[in-house]
């Protein structure tokens, strides 16, 4: 079966020889092949159109078993770590620093230090103690292009930091 952007190169073809040509019994063949062409095109469209609606409906499924699946790593991480705080709080009440269990051997240990931020008090922290991290804020920047460009002068020369683009999409109902 011929693909579709041959079938669009044919298409195109035809359409070109019919705008140019003027002799009535060329543009009839003309027209009789782009009759012709037309139906082919159609089903192939159809079917690439169905494979797309197979693979939304798939992506969908994914989707959801990836949310299923993401909630029930959360709840298994969360009876974990309260099986950890169980085994932590039984040594800790019965003073025991090390002890055994069948294959298994533990230790209390104390960690190393660790920071803790007071999060209400942040306002006062100095900048040379944090991390900055910037990012171009896009509004931002269209509120402030002159025409599609976002242009600086710097070094004598005219800098582009930014400009509009536009693409086409195809809406499938």
């Known amino acids: 079966m011929t693909s579709l952007y ?20 060329t543009l009839e063949i003309l027209a009789a092949a ?34 299923r699946i993401q909630k029930r790593m959360a709840a298994l991480k969360a009876k974990r770590d309260f099986m950890q705080k169980l085994t932590k709080d039984h040594m800790i009440r019965t003073g025991r620093t090390t002890a055994e269990y069948g294959s298994y051997n533990l230790v209390v ?45 710097a070094d004598g020369r005219e800098i582009v930091l930014a400009h509009m683009e536009s693409d086409l999409t195809v809406r499938i109902s």
């Open 6 to 25: 041959e079938l669009d190169a044919q298409l195109r073809n035809i359409d070109a020889l019919l705008t140019t040509n003027q002799d009535p019994d």
């Open 34 to 67: 782009r009759e012709e062409l037309e139906p082919e095109i159609e089903t192939k469209m159809t079917h690439i159109l169905t494979f797309i609606g197979d693979l939304t409906g798939k992506i969908n499924q994914l989707d959801t078993e990836i949310k």
């Open 109 to 153: 240990t104390k960690t190393p230090p660790k920071v803790v931020i007071h999060e209400d008090e942040m306002q006062w922290m100095p900048l040379d103690l944090c991390r900055v991290k910037t990012e171009p804020d896009k509004t931002a920047i269209k509120n402030a292009m002159i025409g599609d460009k976002l242009v600086i002068h």
